[in-house]
């Protein structure tokens, strides 16, 4: 089992930017899928970004491509996400997640969550 910890979360306006950063230990991370799950209040969770373990096949949910970046340093078993012109609508609880495959994007396929680290947008 790989031990998630995000961090970066914070309040920003609208139209501001922001980088999450997950930092993986116990296991060897660079042979996982690594992605973002965000959680609204009141919603279900859902899958925002994911990045294959060589960075070669990425997914982005339709309502932030564009907008964010997923990016992994295997060498410091750490994985990002850039969200740049943040909208309220972006606020969340953002969790990291080691991912069995690329293929099978939902909570259901999530080996490992992080804690979560929230993002609030005001407007």
């Known amino acids: 089992q790989v031990q998630l910890v995000e961090s970066g979360g914070g309040l920003v306006q609208a139209g501001g930017s922001l980088r999450l950063s997950c930092v993986a230990s116990g296991r060897t991370f660079s042979f996982d899928t690594m992605g973002w799950f965000r959680q609204a209040p009141g919603k279900e969770r859902e899958f925002v970004a994911a990045?294959?373990?060589?960075?070669?096949?990425?997914r982005y949910a339709d309502s932030v491509k564009g907008r964010f970046t997923i990016s992994r340093d295997n060498a410091k078993n750490t994985v990002y996400l850039q969200m740049n012109s943040l909208k309220p609508e972006d606020t969340a609880v953002y969790y990291c997640a080691a991912i069995r495959t690329i293929w099978a994007l939902t909570p259901s396929g999530v080996n490992s969550w992080g804690k979560g680290t929230l993002v609030t947008v005001s407007s």
């Open positions: 990045m294959t373990f060589n960075g070669g096949n990425t």
